[in-house]
C-alpha cells in the first residue's frame, strides 16, 4: 500500500515523536518525511525475503534494522494519520507543543526543529502554514524578544485525542508481544543509540526536505 498522498508536518518522544509541510489553507498538509513510493517498495521486498529466510547476515546490521523500523512506522503513522491530512512530522510537532503546555513550557520554532532534525527555513514555512491552517498560534516571546512561542490553536485541540490514538496504535503494533520488560529495555536500548548519534552531529541531516 502506497503511502496516502495527502499526509502532512512533525512528536514527543515515542516512536511518533519524534514527525515537513503545514496545512494549506483549505487543504492538506505533505510530508515527505516517510520517502518515496519507491522506497516502500524496497522495503516492503526485503521485508518478504526476511520473513522467508532469503535475507543474508549483511542485510541484519544495525544501521539497517534501524533505517528499516524508522520506515515502517513512519508508513504505518502516515497511514493512520491519512484521516486527519496530517502526516508524521506534523503530527509530532503537535505533540511537541501539546507536550510542552502540559508542562507549562515554552516551545518555539528553534524547539521544534531541532526536535525533528529539519532546518530552520523549513520549520518556519511549516509552522507558518501551521498558523494559517488554525492548528497552531504564535506569539512573540516576552522573555526573548528574538523568538516566537507555539501553541495548539482550535484544530489541534480538536484533534489532539486522535493524534494520540494514531501514535498509541502505532507503538502497540511495534511492541506486540513484547513483555513490559522487553519494551523497557528496548526503549532505554534506542535512547542509548539516539544519544551515540546525536552528539557532535552538525545541523544538516541526511533526508533533508
Known amino acids: 500500500m502506497r503511502p496516502p498522498s495527502s499526509a502532512v508536518p512533525p512528536l514527543s518522544r515515542s516512536v511518533t515523536s519524534g514527525y515537513t509541510t503545514a496545512p494549506r489553507r483549505d487543504g ?19 521485508s518478504r525475503r526476511w520473513r522467508e529466510g532469503r535475507l543474508s547476515d549483511s542485510g541484519q ?23 486527519l491530512h496530517l502526516g508524521p512530522r506534523q503530527a509530532s510537532a503537535i505533540l511537541l507543543v501539546a507536550a510542552a503546555a502540559r508542562d507549562h513550557a515554552v516551545v518555539t520554532p528553534a524547539a ?9 527555513p523549513t520549520t518556519s514555512a511549516m509552522i507558518t502554514r501551521f498558523v494559517r491552517g488554525r492548528w497552531l498560534t504564535s506569539e512573540r516571546n516576552p522573555a526573548d524578544g528574538r523568538s ?11 484533534n489532539l485525542q486522535a493524534i494520540r490514538g494514531a501514535a498509541d496504535r502505532v507503538t502497540a503494533v511495534a511492541v506486540e ?33
Not at 492538506?28 to 517498495?41: I, K, Q
Not at 516566537?148 to 480538536?158: D, K, N, P, S, V
Open 28 to 46: 492538506p498538509m505533505r510530508d515527505s518525511r516517510c520517502g518515496s513510493p519507491l522506497a516502500y517498495g524496497s522495503v516492503r521486498r526485503r
Open 61 to 83: 546490521n544495525v544501521e539497517y534494522l534501524v533505517t528499516r523500523v524508522t520506515r515502517l512506522v513512519c508508513e504505518r503513522m502516515a497511514r493512520e494519520l491519512a484521516p
Open 112 to 120: 521544534v526543529a531541532d526536535h525533528l532534525g529539519m532546518d530552520r
Open 148 to 158: 516566537r512561542m507555539l501553541a495548539l490553536a482550535r484544530r489541534a485541540t480538536e
Open 177 to 209: 508481544g513484547f513483555s513490559g520488560g522487553e519494551t523497557a529495555t528496548l526503549k532505554e536500548l534506542l535512547a542509548r543509540v539516539a544519544a551515540n548519534l546525536d552528539e557532535d552531529l552538525p545541523a544538516t541531516r541526511c533526508g533533508r526536505d
